[in-house]
């Protein structure tokens, strides 16, 4: 099994780290058969499930939709036809990769999806979507970090510069960004090292920064090309045509994900990863949103995928949001805060191809509160599924530490090609 | 007793205020009538703000940039001009560059003013105050029609409130074009006003059978003005009180392009009767009759001055400037205060001044990082000049960029939150990025940390100060130290 320090020192990507890489390929994991990966990628602000995975077979879609419907006929005014799945269920028209994914069998798109939260405000939601209870205040850890902890020798992975409330918790868990173009000095290193060991609070983070970055970090070339580095408060033309390109190559999102992939794809690289981004909450002027961020997710899968490429096989990751949105479009061509959404599983290691879940349906009657798509699969159930067919935690693990008083929720199955024993 | 008002004066200085500058420990004399001084008046901005326009002005310049726009689209003869330049080949993009043009300076300048006035300030316990509002007030530019508004609101809503009723700042804030557009307040219609249903006529005399773009609620300025402006999440409302509040609202809106270019508009914000949901609302239990603007001004009056809100507010400024835990009797003592005066803010600040648990030795909060940068800035003489742009990226990659948090609800101050391997990497980086910055004449490091940390210099870093090579490799060990990442 990888030491710490040595996992530590595969984040800071040293060029010595990399040559031990060549030479020492992960025997130890990939000899017992437990050397997979899984990654939770967060969407914050309430993906719209219907404008991502629009049910346009189903009567009451287009009835509610109004203009923002979608479907594979080329649907209404200027959009462009959805990417037909099945029936019912088409892909927005920017998912291309995923598209090709569930050719493949890898995506498996489940609508209908909620956190056991079924209220509206975005920061409970998120809250308990990240702590892994019932309720918005249900612990002050992470159901990542908790299932980290149940798996021996796992590392974690956030990327971003502060843990988010999922990956917090009593295993340590490694945060990346892309760091600054500047080499600290050594020697101040040297000289903080005893000083931070001295505060309880900030010592076990300084420990793992230095550790990670303090060998001569330097990025991946492949993820050194434009982080955009945008000022939109100070911005002048250069700088804002700048970011203009980012956005048009595919926004942020992309290269966290590519970095994600990069790290995961490592002989001792993290299994469990967390990649988040924001922007999701679409009140008005939907289309245009979506059109960009489903883009820019599409491309974040496909950067995924290609980095993570030899570890893919071996591979689940789930994209999940905090709540859908109103099934009935808004007075400004936006949807408010709702309950079901859609999360997606992907992954070599996926059995998809299909859609999951029960879809209940958006006639008259079927809707939540006469609003929302009512939301038929608690997310836990799929995480707990994915923890152990695939991670192999054992489900009483998960019913007690990693989603406590989960014990009456049932891990789905037939998410994994192949499930592994626990 | 001397140790003691020591110990206060660099609390009100680090903790309450933005950092303590080089002398001012000496001089503070007794911290709470320091800080209550500075509670009882507007922000002094320092003049810094000279010159800029005002959002009235902004929105004039950006119905003249559309329509600048509209003409750059079409040649003399009025033909669509094809979107790439026949020289170069490129695409012309031509409202970046007209935004740029218009728009470069001020935004340069509304960004250097603020962290001037961070560095300079000699009033940092209500600049403190002004940014703890402004941030309660979260809007972000990442939302672009908003983008232009976000400096503008803190200058035009919070600053000139500071010291007064929170239902004036409540008011000015939801009316500012910047929260308008940040929730999308402004395009939000009554499905049953005389604006929808004139809409509606027209669209069913339609008969091309394209699905009708029917004009209604937008409920997102509602929810959020009860969940993160007044009440709170815990507070006891329901969906039902949340979309009778969004009809209330309903016709609080912007001037338009046409009405501004006619040039007799005074206001940045219009209440349009049009748009406006008719008859009462029950909101909490309580019908409203009024008509028009007043209804919803009338729900937020109620707001401002509920229990729920006095509670809320009280343990966001006592989280803020005390601790991430704040003790319970302190936020009762702040809440109560609140109430008692009929919602005015002074009185919400003097409680909390005025309370021992606010001096208590462990009370303590870790800086955020645009505290880290102005904490630096004041430390180190650093002036930030006119060029915002570095100061604007460090926060960026720190975390924290200027009015750019991620959700309505603001940048977080619970050091959890920000303490992580990478962005204690980071901090290390600035760190010596900031050394580099200070001016270097009568430098000494060492007396600068007993200074500017008071009692909260460790023997260690002392010690560490005192080894170091070069000034400046001393000040970035300074600025990089754990004693300087925390406001104790």
């Given at each position: 099994m990888t030491t710490r320090r040595e996992f530590l020192r595969l984040m800071g990507y040293s060029a010595a780290a990399a040559a031990t890489l060549t030479l020492w390929p992960g025997i130890t994991r990939a000899a017992t058969g437990s050397d997979t990966r899984f990654l939770v990628l967060m969407l914050r602000g309430g993906l719209d499930g219907l404008h991502a995975?629009?049910?346009?077979?189903?009567?009451g879609y287009a009835q509610l939709r109004g203009p923002l419907a979608l479907s594979p006929a080329g649907s209404t005014a200027e959009a462009a036809a959805a990417l037909k799945l099945d029936g019912t269920f088409a892909l927005h028209p920017a998912l291309t990769f995923a598209q090709q994914l569930y050719q493949r069998g890898q995506l498996l798109p489940i609508p209908a999806a909620a956190p056991p939260y079924w209220g509206r405000s975005h920061f409970e939601a998120q809250d308990c979507v990240e702590n892994g209870t019932a309720t918005p205040d249900g612990a002050q850890t992470g159901w990542l970090n908790r299932a980290i902890a149940a798996l021996p020798g796992a590392e974690g992975l956030a990327v971003s510069t502060v843990m988010p409330l999922m990956m917090r918790g009593a295993v340590p868990v490694a945060t990346w960004t892309p760091p600054l173009p500047v080499r600290v000095n050594p020697i101040l290193l040297q000289r903080l090292e005893p000083l931070y060991a001295e505060d309880p609070r900030l010592a076990p983070a300084f420990a793992d920064a230095l550790a990670s970055q303090g060998g001569g970090a330097v990025m991946p070339d492949t993820m050194a090309a434009s982080m955009p580095g945008a000022m939109p408060l100070a911005m002048d033309g250069k700088t804002m045509r700048g970011k203009a390109k980012a956005m048009g190559s595919g926004g942020r999102l992309p290269q966290l994900m590519q970095a994600a992939g990069t790290f995961m794809a490592k002989a001792e690289g993290p299994r469990i990863g967390f990649v988040e981004d924001y922007g999701w909450d679409t009140h008005a002027n939907q289309a245009a949103i979506l059109m960009r961020k489903l883009k820019e997710l599409d491309n974040a899968l496909s950067s995924f995928a290609q980095a993570a490429q030899p570890v893919w096989a071996r591979t689940t990751l789930v994209v999940v949001t905090e709540f859908g949105r109103t099934a009935r479009i808004n007075g400004t061509n936006g949807t408010d805060h709702g309950t079901g959404s859609v999360m997606f599983v992907a992954g070599g290691a996926v059995a998809g191809g299909r859609v999951g879940g029960q879809w209940p349906g958006m006639?008259?009657?079927?809707?939540y509160q006469d609003r929302d798509i009512h939301a038929t699969t608690d997310f836990r159930a799929v995480f707990k599924g994915l923890l152990a067919g695939?991670?192999?935690?054992?489900e009483s693990t998960l019913a007690t530490r990693v989603f406590p008083g989960s014990a009456a929720l049932q891990p789905q199955g037939g998410l994994l090609r192949v499930a592994r024993a626990a | 007793m001397r140790a003691e008002s020591r110990r206060r004066a660099a609390s009100a200085l680090n903790r309450l205020g933005l950092g303590a500058r080089h002398g001012e420990l000496e001089q503070l004399g007794d911290a709470t009538s320091w800080a209550l001084a500075q509670s009882r008046r507007p922000a002094a901005d320092l003049g810094v703000f000279d010159g800029l326009p005002d959002s009235l002005d902004y929105l004039r310049k950006e119905a003249r940039l559309m329509q600048q726009r509209r003409a750059l689209k079409r040649d003399d003869a009025g033909q669509p001009v094809p979107s790439a330049s026949v020289r170069s080949g490129k695409p012309v993009n031509s409202l970046a560059r007209l935004y740029a043009r218009m728009f470069g300076d001020d935004l340069r300048h509304e960004a250097s003013a603020r962290w001037q006035l961070a560095a300079r300030t000699g009033t940092p316990f209500a600049e403190r105050l002004v940014r703890f509002w402004s941030n309660h007030f979260a809007v972000s530019v990442d939302k672009g029609p908003a983008r232009l508004y976000a400096a503008p609101m803190e200058r035009e809503a919070i600053r000139p409130h500071l010291d007064g009723r929170f239902y004036d700042m409540l008011l000015a804030v939801e009316q500012h074009p910047a929260m308008l557009r940040y929730l999308d307040q402004a395009q939000s219609v009554g499905p049953d006003s005389p604006l929808a249903e004139r809409v509606d006529r027209r669209l069913a005399r339609r008969a091309d059978g394209q699905p009708a773009r029917k004009l209604g609620l937008n409920e997102n300025l509602a929810r959020e003005i009860m969940e993160l402006h007044t009440l709170g999440v815990g507070a006891h409302y329901t969906q039902a009180d949340v979309t009778q509040f969004a009809r209330a609202l309903t016709g609080w809106s912007l001037p338009f392009p046409r009405e501004l270019e006619q040039g007799d508009v005074q206001r940045a914000f219009k209440f349009r009767p049009f748009a406006h949901e008719p008859g009462s609302v029950t909101v909490l239990g309580k019908v409203y009759d009024q008509r028009g603007e007043d209804q919803a001004r009338a729900i937020l009056a109620d707001f401002a001055v509920h229990p729920a809100t006095a509670q809320h507010l009280a343990t966001e400024l006592a989280t803020h400037c005390v601790s991430d835990v704040p003790p319970s009797g302190l936020v009762r003592h702040m809440a109560q205060a609140y109430l008692d005066s009929g919602g005015m803010l002074p009185a919400l600040y003097a409680a909390m001044l005025e309370h021992p648990a606010t001096w208590a030795p462990d009370a303590r909060k870790f800086r955020t990082p645009q505290d880290l940068l102005y904490a630096g800035m004041r430390a180190g003489g650093i002036d930030p000049g006119d060029k915002p742009q570095p100061w604007e990226g460090f926060s960026m990659r720190l975390g924290q960029p200027t009015f750019m948090p991620r959700s309505p609800a603001g940048y977080t101050d619970i050091a959890s939150d920000w303490i992580a391997p990478d962005a204690l990497w980071k901090r290390v980086q600035v760190s010596e990025a900031l050394a580099e910055r200070v001016p270097r004449s009568g430098l000494d490091p060492c007396a600068l940390a007993a200074d500017v940390l008071g009692p909260q210099l460790g023997a260690g870093t002392d010690l560490a100060l005192r080894r170091a090579e070069a000034p400046e490799q001393a000040v970035a060990l300074l600025l990089a130290s754990p004693e300087f990442q925390w406001r104790v």
């Open positions: 995975l629009p049910p346009y077979g189903d009567p006639r008259p009657g079927q809707l695939h991670m192999g935690v054992s | -």
